[in-house]
């Protein structure tokens, strides 16, 4: 198919709801003030504080207040990798992974204690274990520190957050393993439900202190949360979220090209949330939208070290995400999940023409001039948005829109790939 077969392109700006938050370590106080740490602590004990493995935004002055905050009230704090199979499943992975968000033992001031070590605190209702991250079940207290989120896989009104944390990110991958099986019996509701109870009440937990971000990914709140209000102040912090979260402008395309994904993005490498397939991996269930028909991903970030977790919800992919993708990590944390499709390799090819060629054969019925694209550089920035021509006239509608330039054909680079279209985005 030659260039000029290819649809003309055109850019857009979409705004979406953006509170920030101009003084986060002075919030930060704030939500820990709210704990009551002089009333619940005494001088001189220890107290773990949790870190993900998500790329949260300024997730490193978020803990440097957390850790400053608490020595404030007398207390020894710790550092603590909270998270399942990510970092290889090893202690040292994991700490690499953190040192990677700037949360270094130097920058934060207090020591980190990476481990894969996990002991029993108690047998859920359901009858299988509960683990728990063995140098947290030491630590006199536990903080919990988490951003709240629409959770990949599952919906209901308690995702991705607090009881998430306590649940696989301090279970660590012996956690995780059980659980993630658990809720094939189960539904995750009821066991995250189950499991933040268990560990609530046997392992000392403070609180939370949950982070909310806006659709630009800047903080927008975060929040302290008493240990005892956790399971019912989660599924309001969790609608707040879902009502800032960035979307694509419209809700069907034929093919998604995505520049970058990876773990640092999303848990699957690129938010089913915004792809519309959270439910199955190669097509949008019942009500869900947007409804795209393919999706074809360039390249992984930088952060997700080769995890290609997710790589399997596209259908094509460029040669360069095989050839930067570890494999044994992608699948470690893919069976860790439960996840196995997230690993399949889908159609590669050398070149993004080669590609879009494919993508525009299977596109149904039509001129090729005519094909609905979208393409964006990661499921997490989606505030410009490059759209073929078809949607020229339905954007210039949409009042959250403004229209960058005028649709022209794609440039090409000598290899046959397309030019950089979005240099300020994740890499």
Request: a negative charge; aromatic letters at 6%; hydrophobic letters at 40%.
């Amino acid at each position: 198919m030659h260039a000029d077969r290819f649809p003309r392109f055109f850019r857009i700006k979409q705004s979406f709801p953006a509170p920030t938050l101009p003084d986060v370590a002075g919030r930060v106080g704030h939500a820990i003030g709210d704990l009551r740490l002089e009333q619940k602590t005494k001088p001189g004990q220890s107290v773990a504080i949790t870190v993900g493995s998500r790329g949260i935004h300024g997730i490193d002055r978020i803990l440097r207040a957390c850790v400053q905050r608490c020595k404030q009230a007398g207390l020894e704090p710790f550092l603590v990798p909270a998270m399942g199979s990510h970092g290889g499943a090893t202690a040292e992975g994991q700490q690499r992974l953190i040192e990677g968000f700037g949360v270094t033992e130097q920058a934060m001031g207090c020591p980190i204690r990476s481990s894969m070590e996990t002991v029993v605190v108690a047998t859920a209702d359901e009858g299988f274990p509960v683990h728990f991250d063995r140098h947290a079940s030491q630590a006199d207290h536990v903080l919990v520190v988490n951003r709240i989120k629409p959770h990949t896989r599952f919906t209901g009104a308690i995702e991705s957050g607090l009881m998430k944390m306590m649940l696989i990110g301090l279970g660590k991958h012996q956690g995780a393993l059980v659980y993630h099986r658990v809720i094939m019996n189960y539904s995750f509701d009821q066991i995250v439900r189950s499991v933040a109870r268990k560990v609530i009440d046997r392992c000392r937990i403070l609180g939370g202190i949950a982070i909310l971000e806006n659709a630009e990914e800047q903080t927008a709140d975060i929040v302290g949360v008493p240990a005892s209000e956790i399971e019912a102040t989660e599924p309001r912090l969790l609608q707040q979220v879902k009502e800032w979260m960035p979307r694509l402008p419209f809700d069907h395309a034929e093919l998604l090209i995505v520049d970058r994904i990876g773990k640092d993005l999303s848990g699957t490498g690129m938010d089913t949330n915004v792809i519309g397939r959270k439910a199955n991996d190669h097509a949008a269930m019942g009500d869900e939208t947007p409804k795209i028909h393919l999706i074809y991903v360039r390249g992984l970030t930088e952060a997700t070290h080769g995890n290609a977790t997710g790589i399997g919800i596209a259908e094509l992919v460029h040669r360069r995400v095989l050839d930067g993708m570890d494999l044994e990590s992608t699948r470690v944390n893919c069976a860790t999940a439960g996840h196995i499709t997230a690993a399949m390799i889908p159609l590669d090819f050398p070149d993004d023409r080669s590609a879009l060629t494919m993508a525009m054969s299977q596109t149904g019925w039509g001129e090729p001039q005519d094909a609905p694209i979208l393409w964006i550089p990661n499921t997490l920035q989606l505030s410009q948005v490059v759209c073929s021509e078809i949607y020229w006239r339905a954007a210039r509608e949409l009042s959250h829109v403004e229209i960058l330039e005028e649709p022209g054909p794609l440039q090409w680079t000598s290899s046959g790939d397309l030019q950089d279209m979005f240099p300020d985005a994740r890499r």
